[in-house]
């Protein structure tokens, strides 16, 4: 069954050309949600991702995408005037996904690599954190968002955890759960609800950018009670529950999808 389907409803997935994004993307538009991904993309890039856009469209729904900078101000104004005219004036935006990887990945000592400065905090904690409030702001004063909205993002166990080379997306996650919960809290009376999922190790291009990445990976497979990396399709699973209407009383929350990685 798709109960997504015929509801003139539309997930906006920051982040969708790649990995949680795009997995989250076909599981919603498998459901018949309608789907519109802000993407930040080279052309050398473009007829691989432009694929994976096609099998979406398969699911007989509503698609379409944006290449452009999702955290520039006037790129997102003109996103969301274009989505005004998409969605019309009988759809919107039931589901928020953000699903960004833009950050620095610098030590904070070293005598060989560039390390970590202001700039590089600011930049990781906007992109990955401030931009999940930008968004939720500017699609809330545009009156886009459905009576039953739900706003996702992905954190991860940097949250509370120190890994080398990590201290400005660890700021960042940390920020973007405090935002979430504030958004949980003050969007309440509009009915949004706000949730973090905690995805465990995953086996993507973001994690393949971490020094080290390797090392990571053998280790998580000896820690994960289940014996294997958290999957894209794992978090994607997480979101279409999170959208159904029986999750509409789970707000605030940060929910660890990982198979147990964080017990041990």
């Known amino acids: ?144 968002f459905a009576k039953d909205t739900r706003i996702l993002s992905f954190t991860s166990e940097g949250n509370t955890k120190a890994w080398q080379n990590y201290a400005a997306v660890s700021a960042a996650k940390v920020a973007l759960e405090a935002i979430t919960r504030n958004i949980a809290l003050e969007f309440a009376p509009f009915g949004i609800k706000a949730n973090c999922i905690q995805a465990g190790v995953t086996d993507t291009a973001s994690l393949r950018m971490i020094p080290d990445s390797e090392k990571i990976i053998e280790h998580t497979l000896k820690r994960n009670p289940n014996k294997r990396l958290t999957s894209p399709n794992d978090a994607a699973n997480a979101v279409y529950l999170l959208s159904k209407d029986e999750a509409s009383w789970i707000t605030g929350a940060v929910i660890p999808v990982d198979g147990g990685e964080h017990l041990r």
């Open 1 to 144: 069954m798709k109960e997504f389907q015929d509801k003139n409803e539309w997930a906006l997935i920051l982040g969708g050309s790649s990995g949680l994004g795009l997995a989250t993307a076909k599981k919603l538009a498998k459901h018949g949600m309608n789907i519109c991904v802000v993407h930040r993309n080279s052309k050398m890039q473009e007829e691989a991702i432009n694929a994976e856009f096609e099998s979406i469209k398969k699911e007989n729904i509503k698609f379409k995408s944006f290449n452009r900078d999702a955290f520039k101000p006037e790129k997102r104004e003109t996103t969301i005037e274009e989505l005004k005219s998409i969605l019309g004036l009988n759809s919107k935006i039931k589901v928020l996904v953000h699903s960004v990887a833009k950050g620095n990945l610098k030590p904070m000592v070293s005598q060989e690599n560039p390390v970590l400065k202001n700039d590089d905090f600011a930049l990781t904690i906007n992109a990955m954190a401030i931009s999940l409030y930008d968004w939720t702001k500017a699609l809330f004063e545009a009156k886009l």
